[in-house]
């Protein structure tokens, strides 16, 4: 995607959305960290159902220390690969105390650190929590990069990457959220929204959805033929006739 497209792109996204926020609840640094952690491989609804009753009495890392492993099973029983995650978050509670003074730190290399906290975590926590230009590549971020051809990539780091440079320094401070709602609730994996998106005219993917009620497409249908080719004339066979007299 060209320069002033991608830069399109962005003013669109933001015109429908000028503060966009994240879907996760959260009362702190601390407990966006947590909410955080827990979200991986689960939904941000599942984890806030799990989470509200929580964070309404443990909210700081000292709290979550004294409630235990056992106790914040209790309330994350709901969330997928709970026993792993809450072995994690009492472990990360422990150190934020022993190194950080029981606040969340705004250095990523001190965020990767700690146990459960990858480097997608720590990219949320840098923008959300502290305004870092940081842009986090989940599943939904990833489709939309290459999808859309803003920002092709074979891992997420390479769409970090190239998303980091090809962003117009005015919408990095949302350029996360703007993408990953974007991915989650319009360019969607199975069957993405095209004729409602408002960026569909800057969009690379080829096999636009249409409306509903129109008659679909076959993939690819949309594609210049291949032109035809002529056979290549059978050879004669080879070595020399034989000569009858």
């Known amino acids: 995607m060209k320069a002033d497209k991608i830069e399109a792109f962005y003013q669109r996204l933001q015109d429908a959305d000028p503060e966009p926020q994240t879907e996760l609840k959260y009362v702190n640094p601390y407990t966006l960290l947590v909410a955080v952690v827990l979200s991986a491989q689960a939904t941000d609804v599942g984890v806030n159902k799990a989470t509200g009753p929580l964070f309404a009495t ?126 989650r609730y319009m360019c969607k994996a199975r069957k993405p929204e095209c004729w409602r998106c408002t960026v569909a005219d800057l969009c690379a993917f080829k096999d636009k959805t249409p409306a509903p009620g129109t008659p679909a497409r076959k993939a690819g249908s949309n594609r210049r033929p291949k032109p035809a080719t002529k056979k290549p004339a059978s050879k004669k066979r080879a070595g020399k006739k034989r000569r009858y007299k």
């Open 58 to 183: 443990v909210d700081t890392p000292a709290k979550m220390v004294a409630l235990g492993e056992a106790g914040l099973k209790s309330f994350i029983k709901t969330i997928g690969l709970f026993n792993t995650k809450a072995k994690n978050v009492i472990a990360l509670s422990k150190l934020l105390l022993e190194r950080h003074d029981g606040e969340v730190p705004r250095d990523r290399d001190a965020l990767e650190a700690l146990p459960g906290v990858g480097r997608k975590t720590a990219n949320v926590v840098l923008n959300v929590a502290f305004g870092e230009h940081t842009i986090a590549v989940d599943t939904h971020i990833f489709r939309v990069g290459n999808r859309t051809g803003l920002a092709p990539g074979k891992t997420p780091f390479e769409v970090e990457a190239k998303l980091e440079k090809v962003t117009p320094a005015q919408f990095k401070r949302h350029a996360h959220h703007w993408l990953i709602l974007h991915g």
